[in-house]
C-alpha cells in the first residue's frame, strides 16, 4: 500500500524539486534547485508530498504584504505526472491557502491560460480571472491568466 505524506519542503528536496521542474515546464524557465533552496531559506511558505518517501508533489508560497491588508502569492505548485489526478494538487494547494487565510491574506497566483485543470482546480478553489499577462511565460512566450482569492477570516 502507498504511503502519501504531506509536510515541509526541505532544503534537500531542491534536487528533486528542480527535476520535477524540467519535466513538468518544458520550453520555459523551470526553476533550479538553487531558486528552490533560496525559496525555502527565505522562510516562505513550502510544502511537500511524498509517495513512499519519494518527493512527488511540492508547493509554495509567500507573503508580499502585511496588515492592514495582507496579501500572499502562489509560487508555485507541482505534481509529478505518474502521480497527477489523484487529487495531490488540491492538497498542496489546501496547505498554501491555510497560513494565507488564518492571516486574512487575499491571494494572487499566474496560471498558463493553456493549463485548463490547474485553472480548474483554482476556480474551485474560489479563485477568479483578474487579469491576462501577454506573453508571461519565457522563452514560450505562453500567456498566463492572473488568478486572485479575496481574504478568508
Not at 22 to 32: H, K, N, T, V
Not at 60 to 69: K, R
Request: net charge negative.
Amino acid at each position: 500500500m502507498t504511503r502519501v505524506v504531506v509536510g515541509p519542503l526541505l532544503r534537500a528536496d531542491a534536487d528533486r524539486c528542480a527535476e520535477l521542474e524540467e519535466i513538468l515546464f518544458p520550453g520555459d524557465d523551470p526553476w533550479s534547485a538553487q531558486a528552490f533552496r533560496d525559496e525555502i531559506g527565505a522562510g516562505h511558505v513550502y510544502v511537500g508530498v511524498r509517495s513512499d518517501d519519494l518527493l512527488v508533489g511540492y508547493a509554495g508560497l509567500a507573503f508580499t504584504a502585511g496588515p492592514p491588508q495582507p496579501e500572499a502569492e502562489v509560487h508555485t505548485i507541482g505534481v509529478d505526472p505518474a502521480h497527477q489526478g489523484r487529487g495531490l494538487g488540491r492538497v498542496l494547494l489546501h496547505r498554501l491557502l491555510t497560513p494565507a487565510d488564518e492571516a486574512g491574506a487575499t491571494i494572487f497566483l499566474e496560471v498558463r491560460t493553456d493549463n485548463e485543470p490547474a485553472r480548474r482546480l483554482y476556480e474551485s478553489e474560489g479563485f477568479e480571472i483578474v487579469g491576462v499577462r501577454k506573453r508571461y511565460y519565457r522563452p514560450s512566450g505562453a500567456d498566463a491568466y492572473t488568478m486572485r482569492r479575496d481574504a478568508r477570516a
